[in-house]
């Protein structure tokens, strides 16, 4: 009798493991990613977490694209800072946090210039030589632009 006493919590303990849930479950949506060294649009999934987000982009079935967002930004597989990767891909210097709040349909530059109407936010983030950034966000879809950097990211969650 003693022994299965102990056999229960090793065996849940087991089972369970040390696992821990990053991600929660995975929500289709049309991805369209597209700078100057980036194009890729097509259907993917993004899985959100507390602190991190992946973008996973399909063609034909098979995964042709992973990006995970989190303290360092990882491309296929090859992780670097926040700020290296906005500077080799984007080509500019976008504050920390800009790449994860728009996958997570958040507000971009601590609000700035942020309007709310009908359910739907909108950011005009203009400053000269730099970037001309125009972004809504609702529920199921977020849309950025900075025209000067030829950059487009827009989610449309199904």
């Known amino acids: 009798m ?11 303990l087991l089972l369970t493991g040390c696992s821990r849930r990053y991600y929660e ?4 949506a049309l991805i369209v990613l597209k700078s100057p060294k980036l194009r ?3 259907m993917g999934f993004l899985y959100r977490g507390e602190s991190r987000i ?3 982009i399909y063609t034909a079935g098979r995964p042709v694209f992973t990006l995970s967002v989190g ?3 990882c491309l296929d597989g090859s992780c670097m800072s926040e700020a290296e990767f906005y500077r080799k891909f984007f080509g500019v210097a976008y504050p920390p946090g800009t790449l994860h709040a ?3 349909k958040r507000a971009i530059f601590g609000g700035e210039g942020l309007l709310k ?17 125009i972004y ?10 900075d025209r000067i950097n030829h950059i487009v990211i827009k989610i449309s969650e199904r």
């Open 117 to 133: 109407k009908k359910g739907r936010s909108e950011q005009q983030i203009f400053e000269p030589g730099r970037f001309d950034i």
């Open 2 to 12: 003693r022994r299965s006493l102990w056999l229960l919590p090793v065996l849940l």
């Open 54 to 56: 992946k973008i996973q």
């Open 25 to 28: 479950t995975p929500q289709p």
């Open 102 to 104: 728009i996958f997570s």
């Open 40 to 42: 890729y649009a097509d």
């Open 71 to 73: 303290e360092r930004i």
């Open 136 to 145: 809504t966000f609702d529920a199921t879809s977020a849309r950025f632009r």
